[in-house]
């Protein structure tokens, strides 16, 4: 009774992977590298950028409308200009110590060395590189789906290895306690099958532990619940990589590329800056006494139109150096490019390595399975001569399906090492 219900628990513990087959889409580690990727909340950081250089370049266009501001003012001052003559024919104005006057300012930008556009390229250069920032920042996620991937295709595939061994102990359970009743066999011999028998399930209920908080954990980075049912994809035949050079397609190339690019506009928004500014401007308003004749001491309106030039011809060697700095910069890109190309080719010699020798290990796997397989056959036989004890024939029972876990291990160990290998 105490067995049935174990297994009754064991197949409501495994019934999840049936029903997965049966009512999920398979996913492959593209699938969930993708899904990942696009529910991550980084990729918000790229919407945000789009709508900062919005903005940014919103203002920019308007330095281009005319400006207008309004300007008022009052004042007392101890002395004035004044005409010290006097005449019985006509009388001096006064100029009033107190004084107002309120304006109006109109200016519009006529040339200011082509600073707005340079400035335009590098606001779009800005969210440019937040984008590439975002893909590259990515990457670990990319590495931390493989992983949980390729850990959960290595319990599904035990899952199945034990299943197929509870199934091959549950027929020599049969058997031994057929002996058992027949009287060729001690009681014994039955309780050691079953014994194993209950050790298996128990790594099975362990197995299935694991499986389900590992699926969570992929569930809620791929933006689905933690309970969601998963299945997935049985990766492809592992091959050796072609070569272990460095991907040069990775984000992080493109992101030096376009920080060149950025310091490359840095360059020409500094020297725009240099440039003379020219600017036409109207100035109009009503005054107490007129700003331009004082001796019309009453309110007067009065205007002014011309055009106005500013330029600083010497910074005592400040763009000079800010030049400098920028070819630091780049000087200090191109280090960084070659110790990401040191750090990638490293890393693909490793996954490169590994896969070659997990590809030599499944050789040695199948060529023990055979040969393991071969002597369970003949330790069967040889139990029902008498020659070996139940527990010997459990043993090599044992060894087969360890060879069988190392080869799941191996093959499961050598397409991930290959996926590695292609999105480094």
């Not at 197949?11 to 699938?31: G, M, N, R």
């Not at 008022?72 to 002395?79: H, N, R």
């Not at 027929?171 to 002996?179: F, T």
């Not at 532990?209 to 569930?219: E, K, M, P, V």
Request: with cysteine; hydrophobic share 40%.
């Amino acid at each position: 009774m105490q067995l049935k219900l174990k297994t009754l628990l064991l197949c409501w513990l495994i019934a999840p992977l049936l029903v997965e087959a049966q009512s999920a889409d398979s996913l492959s580690v593209d699938d969930c590298i993708r899904l990942a990727l696009e529910y991550s909340p980084q990729q918000q950081r790229i919407g945000t950028a789009g709508q900062i250089r919005d903005l940014q370049l919103d203002n920019l266009s308007s330095n281009n409308l005319p400006r207008i501001s309004l300007g008022a003012q009052a004042s007392w001052q101890s002395e004035v200009f004044g005409i010290p003559v006097e005449s019985p024919l006509f009388k001096v104005p006064e100029v009033p110590k107190d004084q107002y006057k309120v304006t109006a300012d109109l200016s519009q930008r006529l040339w200011d060395g082509r600073l707005n556009r340079h400035l335009e390229a590098q606001r779009n250069s800005e969210a440019q590189l937040v984008s590439t920032q975002v893909a590259a920042d990515l990457q670990p996620l990319r590495e931390q789906v493989v992983e949980l991937y390729f850990r959960l295709l290595l319990l599904e595939e035990n899952d199945a290895i034990f299943q197929s061994n509870i199934r091959e102990l549950q027929a020599r359970l049969k058997q031994a306690e057929g002996a058992v009743r027949e009287g060729t066999a001690l009681r014994t011999a039955a309780d050691q099958v079953r014994m194993q028998l209950l050790k298996t399930e128990q790594q099975i209920l362990a197995l299935r532990s694991d499986y389900n908080a590992l699926s969570g954990t992929l569930n809620l980075l791929l933006g689905r619940p933690a309970e969601a049912l998963l299945q997935l994809r049985r990766s492809p035949t592992p091959v050796l990589p072609a070569d272990y050079a460095a991907n040069t397609a990775r984000p992080e190339f493109a992101l030096l590329q376009q920080q060149r690019e950025a310091i490359a506009i840095g360059e020409k928004v500094l020297d725009a800056r240099a440039q003379p500014r020219v600017e036409a401007f109207w100035q109009g308003g009503l005054g107490r006494p007129n700003p331009f004749n004082m001796f019309e001491t009453g309110f007067q309106p009065f205007m002014i139109v011309g055009l106005r030039a500013q330029w600083t011809p010497w910074d005592w060697g400040n763009r000079k150096r800010e030049h400098q700095i920028m070819a630091l910069q780049a000087k200090n890109l191109q280090t960084q490019e070659a110790a990401l190309l040191q750090r990638l080719q490293t890393g693909r010699w490793k996954d490169y390595s590994e896969t070659a020798k997990y590809l030599y290990l499944i050789e040695q796997d199948d060529a023990m399975i055979a040969l393991q397989s071969d002597i369970l056959r003949r330790a069967e036989a040889q139990v029902q001569n008498g020659i070996m004890t139940e527990t010997d024939y459990l043993a090599q029972m044992n060894l087969l399906n360890q060879a069988r876990l190392a080869r799941s291990l191996h093959r499961i160990q050598a397409a991930q090492a290959q996926t590695l290998w292609r999105i480094r």
